[in-house]
């Protein structure tokens, strides 16, 4: 009987190991290392489940153009991390922002920066512009300029500290 115990305990213990990021965070965090060596390289490496796939489509297809920018890549690569990123995509993902930022969605619209999805922009409306606009964090693209765990997959309210302001009270 107290084998049978230890080996249940054990089992629970692997288990809830296992699924800790799931309770702890609130996108998947990054684990691709062709994704952050080719893509992090020149920014945040934006976690797969912040985008829908028709996104991450077209981010890829423009790499030529990319927000003003030539981040194209060898044909093998851009291949592999679109993979990646369609298999992670946020209506992939059973992550809490995740499921909320595909909820948002309108069908049919191509998303072409976080900046438009509408979920981000919900959460982000009670931010003045100017402390948006700052040098210190410049858009809202810029993440990690504010939450101080965004590497992680952590984007919850407590998290956030704005620079020259802060922490926000929702």
């Known amino acids: 009987m107290k084998k049978l115990l230890f080996v249940i305990f054990v089992f629970v213990g692997i288990l809830n190991a296992k699924d800790y990021n799931y309770y702890t965070t609130d996108v998947a965090p990054v684990n691709n290392d062709l994704y952050k060596k080719e893509c992090a390289s020149c920014h945040f490496a934006y976690q797969p489940g912040l985008l829908p796939s028709s996104s991450w489509q077209h981010i890829m297809d423009n790499l030529e153009n990319h927000y003003g920018s030539d981040a194209s890549l060898d044909e093998n690569d851009a291949r592999k991390i679109l993979a990646y990123l369609l298999e992670n995509s946020s209506e992939k993902s059973n992550y809490k922002r995740s499921i909320k930022i595909t909820n948002s969605l309108q069908n049919g619209v191509v998303y ?3 900046t438009q999805i509408p979920y981000l922009q919900k959460k982000h409306r009670k931010i003045p ?4 606009e700052q040098k ?6 810029r993440c990690t300029a504010c939450h101080k765990q965004a590497d992680k997959g952590i984007y919850n309210d407590e998290d956030v500290y704005i620079p020259n302001y802060g922490r926000m009270n929702d």
């Open 136 to 141: 210190e964090v410049g858009s809202l693209a």
């Open 129 to 132: 512009k100017h402390l948006i």
């Open 112 to 114: 072409t920066s976080l």
